[in-house]
């Protein structure tokens, strides 16, 4: 049986608890760490109200807790939809309405963008509040059960052609591409 990425990065925190799994601006986080607040996010996730397989678009700049919320979105039984924060307000606007996204994670850095977004999300959350939330929230997630065949992740493509369209990863799909070498969270 494959191991999906979730599994994968929880067994990094039970083998090897105090690796380091990240390091962002001069922080380190150990894998122990990194799963712990990857929990926290998909048990506060799991009290908003989505349902398995909603997706949650992530439109964050890089940092460590990029990828506490990737692996928390998935954990949660939800879809990760990680967003190019170099596209404009119009083709980020197209993504969010093609993809139906129910949620959002947004870095307060780039919120200006997202004020020219008439877009209405059933919950939003940023960094800032997803930092604070981590520290204090002991909630634990409920277990759900993720298959190799369910959706994981959508990436937009870049619509060179025409409008972006989104590619849907399965949990397989991750597995196999880091099989190769290729890596799409770490």
Same mark, same amino acid.
């Given at each position: 049986m494959t191991m999906l990425m979730t599994e994968i990065v929880q067994n990094y925190a039970i083998q090897q608890p105090n690796g380091i799994a990240t390091l962002y601006d001069g922080e380190k986080m150990s894998y122990s760490d990194f799963y712990k607040r990857a929990e926290k996010f998909a048990a506060y996730l799991q009290e908003q109200g989505y349902e398995k397989d909603d &997706?949650?678009? @992530?439109?964050?700049? *890089?940092? $460590?807790l990029f990828l506490v919320a990737y692996i928390g979105v998935? @954990?949660?039984?939800? &879809? &990760?939809?990680?967003? *190019?924060t170099k596209l404009a307000?119009?083709?980020?606007?197209?993504?969010?309405?093609h993809?139906?996204?129910?949620?959002?994670?947004?870095d307060e850095r780039i919120e200006e963008i997202l004020a020219d977004i008439p877009y209405t999300f059933q919950h939003r959350v940023g960094l800032l509040e997803m930092k604070e939330m981590i520290q204090s929230y002991d909630g634990k997630p409920k277990v759900i059960k993720l298959e190799p $065949?369910?959706?994981? &992740?959508? @990436?937009?493509?870049?619509g060179t052609t025409g409008k972006p369209k989104g590619v849907m990863l399965t949990h397989q *799909?991750?597995?196999?591409?880091?099989?190769y070498g290729h890596y799409l969270w770490i």
């Open positions: &997706v949650i678009a @992530l439109y964050t700049l *890089n940092s $460590d998935q @954990l949660a039984g939800f &879809v &990760v939809m990680p967003i *190019n307000a119009p083709e980020v606007e197209f993504i969010f309405n993809s139906e996204a129910k949620g959002l994670i947004y $065949d369910d959706t994981a &992740v959508v @990436l937009y493509t870049s *799909n991750i597995v196999s591409l880091r099989k």
